[in-house]
Antibody
C-alpha cells in the first residue's frame, strides 16, 4: 500500500525557517518524481515545487530563492526547506507522488502538514 | 487570479449532468495534457482524470474529461450527493516552467 506521511509543520515567525518532511512507503521512491502542493486556508491548490527522479528541481516563482526541495532515497523521504517565510506562505503543505518518473500528474497524496507564519 | 480559469461554482440536482470548464493558453493547455483533481471537504486532493480523458482505476465512468485547443472540460453525468467537492484542473506551463492549477470549482448537489 502506497503511503505518504508529512510532518514538520507548525507555527513560525515571519522571516523564520522550517523544514517539512514526507516519508513514503509502498513503492520504489527513487523511481518517481515528487512534488509539494500547498493550500492556504479557504483557498485553492498551488503547486510549489517538484524534484525529478534524477534530482532536477522546479519551483513556483513566489518561492524561488527561499525554498529548497530535496530527497533522501535511502530514507524514502522528501523534504522542503523553507527560509525567509512570509505570512502568505501559511498553508497546508501536501506531498504528492508522480505517476511515473515524470508524467506531470500525481496519483497519491499525503494528508498534509499545516504551516502557519505569524508573529 | 489563476492563469487557468475555472468557474468558481457549479450545481445540479441528483442525476443531472454538470460540466466544468478550464480555460488556458498556448503555453499551457494548448501544448500539454490536462489533469483533474477532486478534493472532498477536509481531505487531500485525489486524481480524477489524467492525460485529458483517462480515468484512474476506481473512478466511476460518470466522470469524463476532454480538451480542445486551449480549453478543457470535466463532465459529471448522473450527479450524486457524494460528488459535492472542489474540482481543479492542472497542467504544465512552458512559459512559467512549472505546474499550474485552475482556481477550482465548487460543485454543489441541490
Amino acid at each position: 500500500e502506497v503511503q505518504l506521511v508529512e510532518s514538520g509543520g507548525g507555527l513560525v515567525q515571519p522571516g523564520g525557517s522550517l523544514r517539512v518532511s514526507c516519508v513514503v512507503s509502498g513503492f520504489s521512491f527513487d523511481n518517481y518524481a515528487m512534488s509539494w502542493v500547498r493550500q492556504a486556508p479557504g483557498k485553492g491548490l498551488e503547486w510549489v515545487s517538484t524534484i525529478s527522479s534524477s534530482g532536477g528541481t522546479y519551483f513556483v516563482d513566489s518561492v524561488k530563492g527561499r525554498f529548497t526541495i530535496s530527497r533522501d532515497n535511502s530514507r524514502n523521504t522528501l523534504y522542503l526547506q523553507m527560509n525567509s517565510l512570509r505570512a502568505e506562505d501559511s498553508a497546508i503543505y501536501f506531498c504528492a507522488k508522480d505517476k511515473a518518473r515524470w508524467s506531470g500528474y500525481w496519483n497519491y497524496w499525503g494528508q498534509g502538514t499545516l504551516v502557519i507564519v505569524s508573529s | 487570479q489563476s492563469v487557468l480559469t475555472q468557474p468558481p461554482s457549479a450545481s445540479g440536482t441528483p442525476g443531472q449532468r454538470v460540466t466544468i470548464s478550464c480555460s488556458g493558453g498556448s503555453s499551457n493547455i494548448g501544448s500539454f495534457t490536462v489533469n483533474w483533481y477532486q478534493q472532498l471537504p477536509g481531505t487531500a486532493p485525489k486524481l480524477l482524470i489524467y492525460t485529458n480523458n483517462q480515468r484512474p482505476s476506481g473512478v466511476p465512468d460518470r466522470f469524463s474529461g476532454s480538451k480542445s485547443g486551449t480549453s478543457a472540460s470535466l463532465a459529471i453525468s448522473g450527479l450524486q450527493s457524494e460528488d459535492e467537492a472542489d474540482y481543479y484542473c492542472a497542467t504544465w506551463d512552458d512559459s512559467l516552467n512549472g505546474f499550474l492549477f485552475g482556481g477550482g470549482t465548487k460543485v454543489t448537489v441541490l
